[in-house]
């Protein structure tokens, strides 16, 4: 493989605390190399060594591949209906989950690879460059391995999601046995994480604990969809069990802030699901001026957030719910990666680190926020490799 020399950067943003730069690491006209699929240099444009060939980016900033480390890629339907309901002022339940059930466990293989692999095609094309999947649409026990199976094909970061809600005609405790005995043996192969929705009209405390403890014997690591739809247990949940991610956040009181902060869990925000279930927004402020961490994903699902645009999250983040911009793309990368614990090896942009590189049309990543809506992807590389605009 050869080398390659990027030039005409005009902001590069490292993510590297080693630079003490600020946050971001950011350095102006820069350039850096890449070798073998890695970065090999980083530094200012003055400074670069040679390599086998270059490529000049007129002046772009150049920033981390999104590291989204949060979606529900592998599902069947459509939900736009319920979505006009909800804009027409009813409320989000978890009980739609039910009606993407149906669908998912209606179609063929083929359908679910094939509308999974558009979904992680327009993310790459868009800048993300690494994400995780998880299950919860199937609901039984052949249905779950099948979708851990199928997202395994686009990333090795696989969650399994079965305690996403109960399914229909079934009891509860009977389903959580079920979840926690034939259903994660037949998953736990395919998958690195074990989550649970922690919420009224989904599972308790109670249950919740039973089901990650259980995937921790299996050797699963844990998240936790908590605190989305009212105050409730489940970031303190996540804390205690040192799960690396409690995802959603709304709804906080101040000691899950505390806790958050004292803590390895990520608090990870999901702002296009927060617009689309018209929920408040998680108190983003809060949480870093106390020193929790705090990731940006995008939750794409088809029912309460159906993107898989980073930019937006982080224009929406900035513009709602005062991060900065430069808090907002770290919590987008390298925040992400944190929440994925993939922190040695992607979301910076440092020698070592895989070269996944978003170059975008933009002399800054305030562009993002300033310029919000606006397609901003020049040029994305995933290990080094330009990916095909599509
Ligand atoms: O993260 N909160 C639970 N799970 C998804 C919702 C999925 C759905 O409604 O289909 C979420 O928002």
Redesign the pocket.
Known sequence: MTSELITGISELTTNDPALETGLGGRIRDAALVVDDGRVAWVGRAAAAPDADRRTDLEGRAVLPGWVDSHT?LVFAGDRSEEFEHRMAGHAYA?G??RT?MAATRGASDEELRAAAARARDVALRSGTTWLEVKTGYALDVEGEARLARLAAEITSDVTFLGA?VVPPGTDADEYVALVTGPMLDAVAPHARWIDV?CETGAFTPEQSRVVLEAGRRAGLGLRV?GN?LGPGEGVALAVELGAASV??CNHLSASDVDALAASDTVATL?PA?DLSTRQPFPPARELIDAGATVALAS?A?????NTTSMAFCVATAVLQMRMTVEEAVWAATAGGAIALRRDDAVGRIAPGFRADLHAIDAPSVSHFAYRPGMELTHRVSRGGAEVPRG
């Open positions: 529900h978890a739609g989950i993407t996403h929705f969809h989305q995802d959603h999901l699901c939750n699902n088809p029912g309460t957030s």
